[in-house]
C-alpha cells in the first residue's frame, strides 16, 4: 500500500506534462493559422485572398488630456486659445531653430536660458523643437506674436524681430522652474507702444553692472525703453571727449555705455538720453560759471544757465552731437522743466537781461517765457537733425507764452504741482502726444522728499492706467491714442537714502505692476494677492 502511495504522483506528473505539451502545440497551430490567415506565413509574404490580407485594426491605449488654460506670465498674454494635449517642456537635446538669421540673437539667448542647443536655420522639425520664424504679416504691429505648443514642439511667430523676442519671454516665463508651457496658441501684443523705466543717474551714481541688470529684468517683462538721465547739478555721469572738463569722478565710460547700449539692444530696448536744460545744468556750470543765470541783484540760479548767452545753447548742441553717436535710438530728452527763472512772480523784472533778449527776439510783447520755448525749440531743432524724435516735461510747455512749442515735441507728463499748472486734457486737446510720468503714482524718489512717499506695486495695479495721468482721475477714452505709453521713474534727490541694491529691490513690484497696466488694457484677471506671489513664483 505504501508502494502505491509512491505510484500515484508520477501518474499524475505524466499527465500534467502531456496536458502542457498539447496546450503548447496547440497555441503553436492556433499562432501558424493566423500567421496564414494574415499571410505572413505565405510564401512571398502574400495570401490567396487579398480582402483577408487587410490587418485588423487594433486599438491603442491613448491618454485623456483637460483642456489647457493660458499660461501665467508677468504681463500676462492678451489671448489664448486652448487645446488638448500634453503641453511642451525644455528637454536635454531639445533645440531652437530659426527661420531667418537676423533671429539668432533671441535663438542663442532662449536656447542658453532653456539649456537646449541652438541649431541656427532649418527646415527639418524634431520632437522638442523650439521654432522661431517671422510671420511677414504686413501692417501688424512688430511687437505682436503667436505662441504655438502642438505635438510635443514650440512654434514662436512675430510680425518683427522684438514680437519674436517677447514670445520667446513668454516661453521662458511659462516653463520657469519646472513649469510645462500649456498647449494651444497664444496671441499677443501691447496695448502701449513706449513701456519705460528712467533712472537718474546724476544725482546717484549707479553702475554700469546695476544697469545691466535692470535691462536683463526690463527685457523680460517686455518693457522697451531705458531713460538715462545723466546730467543735473549734482553730477554729469557719462564720458566726455567735447566737453570732459563738465565730468564728475564717478561716471560711466563710453566703453561701459556702449556695453549697456549693445545689451538693451539685443533686449529690444531703446536707451533714452536726457540732458536736462536750460535748468538742471548745475555741473556743466560748475565748469563753466560765465554761463550761470544771475538776477538783477547779481544772485545766481542754482543749475539755470543764462538763454541769452549764446554760448550756453552752443555747449548744449555739441553735446548733443556727441552723445547721439553713443546713443543710437530714435528718442531723445530735452528736459525743459523747472526754470529758475520762471519760478519767481515776476520773470521780467527779475531777469532784465532775459526780457530784453525776448523783446529782441520776438518783438515789444515778447517774454522770458516766450524765450525759454525758444530755448526748447532750439533744442528740439538740434536733436531732430541727429534723427531724434524730441520730448520735454510738461512745464517745459508754459501757459503765458506767445510763442509754442515745436508740434513734434512730446509732453512727458509728470506733475500738477508747477507754476500756471495746466490739466492734461489741456495739452492733448492741441493733439500733443503724451507719455506717462505721473508723479502720484510712478515716481520713486530717494528719502521721500517733500510730499513724495515711495509707490507701491499694488496701488498702481489697482487704481492706475495709462489714462491716468495727472493724480488719480482718468482722460476721456477719447484720448487714449494720443498717449504713447508711461515710464516708472527713479529720482535721486537724497542719493543716499538708499543704496542701489534696495533700489532695485524698492522698484521691483512697482515695475511689474507697470508694465501689466501698459501692456494689458483690461482689468487684470489677477487679485493683487494673486499677481504678487506669481511674480515670486517666477523670480
Same mark, same amino acid.
Request: net charge negative.
Given at each position: 500500500?505504501?508502494?502505491?502511495?509512491?505510484?500515484?504522483?508520477?501518474?499524475?506528473?505524466?499527465?500534467?506534462?502531456?496536458?502542457?505539451?498539447?496546450?503548447?502545440?496547440?497555441?503553436?497551430?492556433v499562432?501558424?493559422?493566423?500567421?496564414?490567415w494574415?499571410?505572413?506565413?505565405?510564401?512571398?509574404?502574400?495570401?490567396?485572398?487579398?480582402?483577408?490580407?487587410?490587418?485588423?485594426?487594433?486599438?491603442?491605449?491613448?491618454?485623456s488630456?483637460?483642456?489647457?488654460t493660458a499660461?501665467?506670465?508677468?504681463?500676462?498674454?492678451?489671448?489664448?486659445?486652448?487645446?488638448?494635449?500634453?503641453? =511642451?517642456?525644455?528637454?536635454q537635446?531639445?533645440?531652437?531653430?530659426?527661420?531667418?538669421?537676423?533671429?539668432?540673437?533671441?535663438?542663442?539667448?532662449?536656447?542658453?536660458?532653456?539649456?537646449?542647443?541652438?541649431?541656427?536655420?532649418?527646415?527639418?522639425?524634431?520632437?522638442?523643437?523650439?521654432?522661431?520664424s517671422?510671420?511677414?504679416?504686413?501692417?501688424?504691429?512688430?511687437e505682436?506674436?503667436?505662441?504655438?505648443v502642438?505635438?510635443?514642439?514650440?512654434?514662436?511667430?512675430?510680425?518683427?524681430?522684438?514680437?519674436?523676442?517677447?514670445?520667446?519671454?513668454?516661453?521662458?516665463?511659462?516653463?520657469?522652474?519646472?513649469?510645462?508651457?500649456?498647449?494651444?496658441?497664444?496671441?499677443?501684443?501691447?496695448?502701449?507702444e513706449?513701456?519705460g523705466?528712467?533712472?537718474?543717474i546724476?544725482?546717484?551714481?549707479?553702475t554700469?553692472?546695476?544697469?545691466?541688470?535692470?535691462i536683463?529684468?526690463?527685457?523680460?517683462?517686455?518693457?522697451?525703453?531705458?531713460?538715462?538721465?545723466?546730467?543735473?547739478?549734482?553730477?554729469?555721469?557719462?564720458?566726455?571727449?567735447?566737453?570732459?572738463?563738465?565730468?564728475s569722478?564717478q561716471?560711466?565710460?563710453?566703453?561701459?555705455v556702449?556695453?549697456?547700449v549693445?545689451l538693451?539692444?539685443?533686449?529690444?530696448?531703446?536707451?533714452?538720453?536726457?540732458?536736462?536744460?536750460?535748468?538742471?545744468?548745475?555741473?556743466?556750470?560748475?565748469?563753466?560759471?560765465?554761463l550761470?543765470?544771475?538776477?538783477?541783484?547779481?544772485?545766481?540760479?542754482?543749475?539755470?544757465?543764462?538763454?541769452?548767452?549764446?554760448?550756453?545753447?552752443?555747449?548744449?548742441?555739441?553735446?548733443?552731437?556727441?552723445?547721439?553717436?553713443?546713443?543710437?535710438?530714435?528718442?531723445?530728452?530735452?528736459?525743459?522743466?523747472?526754470?529758475?527763472?520762471?519760478?519767481?512772480?515776476?520773470?521780467q523784472?527779475s531777469?532784465?537781461?532775459?526780457?530784453?533778449?525776448?523783446?529782441?527776439?520776438?518783438?515789444?510783447?515778447?517774454?522770458?517765457?516766450?524765450?525759454?520755448?525758444?530755448?526748447?525749440?532750439?533744442?528740439?531743432?538740434?536733436?531732430?537733425?541727429?534723427?531724434?524724435?524730441?520730448?520735454? =516735461?510738461?512745464?517745459?510747455?508754459y501757459?503765458?507764452?506767445?510763442?509754442?512749442?515745436?508740434?513734434?515735441?512730446?509732453?512727458?507728463?509728470?506733475?500738477?504741482?508747477?507754476?500756471?499748472a495746466?490739466?492734461?486734457?489741456?495739452?492733448?486737446?492741441?493733439?500733443?502726444?503724451?507719455?506717462?510720468?505721473?508723479?502720484?503714482?510712478?515716481?520713486?524718489?530717494?528719502?521721500?522728499?517733500?510730499t513724495?512717499?515711495y509707490?507701491?506695486?499694488?496701488?498702481?495695479y489697482?487704481?492706475?492706467t495709462?489714462?491716468?495721468?495727472r493724480?488719480?482721475?482718468?482722460?476721456?477714452?477719447?484720448?487714449?491714442?494720443?498717449?504713447?505709453?508711461?515710464?516708472?521713474?527713479?529720482?535721486?534727490?537724497?542719493a543716499?537714502s538708499?543704496?542701489?541694491?534696495?533700489?532695485?529691490?524698492?522698484?521691483?513690484?512697482?515695475?511689474?505692476?507697470?508694465?501689466?497696466?501698459?501692456?494689458?488694457?483690461?482689468?487684470?484677471?489677477?487679485?493683487w494677492?494673486?499677481?504678487?506671489?506669481?511674480?515670486?513664483?517666477?523670480?
Amino acid at each position: 500500500m505504501s508502494q502505491h502511495r509512491r505510484r500515484a504522483p508520477a501518474r499524475s506528473d505524466i499527465r500534467t506534462r502531456w496536458l502542457i505539451v498539447a496546450v503548447a502545440t496547440a497555441v503553436v497551430l492556433v499562432g501558424l493559422g493566423l500567421g496564414l490567415w494574415t499571410g505572413k506565413g505565405a510564401p512571398g509574404g502574400t495570401s490567396a485572398d487579398p480582402a483577408a490580407a487587410a490587418p485588423t485594426p487594433t486599438p491603442t491605449p491613448t491618454r485623456s488630456y483637460a483642456l489647457s488654460t493660458a499660461p501665467r506670465t508677468i504681463p500676462a498674454v492678451r489671448e489664448h486659445s486652448p487645446a488638448r494635449g500634453p503641453g =511642451w517642456q525644455p528637454e536635454q537635446g531639445g533645440r531652437v531653430v530659426v527661420g531667418a538669421a537676423g533671429l539668432a540673437d533671441e535663438g542663442r539667448l532662449i536656447a542658453g536660458e532653456l539649456g537646449l542647443t541652438y541649431a541656427g536655420e532649418k527646415s527639418d522639425s524634431r520632437a522638442g523643437d523650439v521654432r522661431l520664424s517671422l510671420s511677414g504679416a504686413d501692417g501688424a504691429d512688430p511687437e505682436s506674436y503667436t505662441m504655438t505648443v502642438r505635438d510635443g514642439r514650440v512654434a514662436i511667430s512675430g510680425a518683427g524681430e522684438a514680437g519674436v523676442f517677447y514670445g520667446t519671454r513668454t516661453l521662458k516665463q511659462t516653463v520657469h522652474d519646472g513649469a510645462t508651457a500649456p498647449e494651444g496658441v497664444v496671441r499677443d501684443e501691447p496695448a502701449k507702444e513706449r513701456r519705460g523705466l528712467m533712472v537718474d543717474i546724476a544725482r546717484k551714481h549707479f553702475t554700469a553692472g546695476w544697469i545691466e541688470d535692470r535691462i536683463r529684468e526690463l527685457g523680460d517683462l517686455k518693457f522697451n525703453e531705458l531713460g538715462l538721465h545723466f546730467s543735473d547739478d549734482q553730477g554729469f555721469r557719462i564720458e566726455s571727449a567735447s566737453h570732459p572738463e563738465i565730468v564728475s569722478e564717478q561716471h560711466l565710460t563710453k566703453a561701459e555705455v556702449r556695453r549697456i547700449v549693445q545689451l538693451a539692444e539685443s533686449r529690444h530696448i531703446s536707451i533714452v538720453p536726457e540732458i536736462d536744460s536750460p535748468g538742471h545744468l548745475g555741473a556743466v556750470i560748475a565748469a563753466h560759471p560765465d554761463l550761470q543765470l544771475r538776477n538783477a541783484q547779481g544772485v545766481a540760479a542754482t543749475g539755470a544757465v543764462d538763454i541769452a548767452n549764446p554760448e550756453a545753447g552752443k555747449l548744449v548742441d555739441e553735446l548733443f552731437k556727441e552723445y547721439a553717436g553713443l546713443f543710437p535710438g530714435s528718442q531723445w530728452h530735452l528736459g525743459g522743466d523747472e526754470y529758475r527763472a520762471l519760478t519767481v512772480s515776476d520773470p521780467q523784472a527779475s531777469y532784465p537781461q532775459l526780457a530784453a533778449a525776448a523783446r529782441e527776439a520776438y518783438g515789444p510783447g515778447g517774454t522770458v517765457a516766450d524765450l525759454a520755448t525758444g530755448w526748447l525749440n532750439d533744442r528740439a531743432a538740434a536733436v531732430r537733425a541727429l534723427d531724434r524724435t524730441p520730448r520735454a =516735461w510738461n512745464d517745459g510747455f508754459y501757459t503765458d507764452a506767445s510763442v509754442q512749442p515745436d508740434k513734434d515735441i512730446e509732453v512727458a507728463y509728470w506733475t500738477g504741482k508747477e507754476i500756471g499748472a495746466r490739466q492734461p486734457a489741456e495739452y492733448l486737446s492741441a493733439g500733443r502726444k503724451v507719455i506717462n510720468y505721473n508723479d502720484e503714482f510712478l515716481y520713486y524718489v530717494l528719502g521721500q522728499p517733500q510730499t513724495f512717499v515711495y509707490p507701491t506695486g499694488q496701488r498702481i495695479y489697482e487704481q492706475w492706467t495709462p489714462r491716468v495721468l495727472r493724480g488719480t482721475e482718468p482722460v476721456a477714452a477719447g484720448y487714449d491714442e494720443q498717449i504713447l505709453g508711461g515710464s516708472f521713474a527713479v529720482w535721486c534727490d537724497l542719493a543716499n537714502s538708499q543704496t542701489q541694491d534696495q533700489v532695485a529691490a524698492g522698484i521691483r513690484m512697482p515695475l511689474r505692476a507697470t508694465v501689466q497696466k501698459l501692456w494689458d488694457p483690461r482689468e487684470p484677471q489677477l487679485s493683487w494677492a494673486e499677481f504678487s506671489a506669481l511674480a515670486d513664483r517666477l523670480g
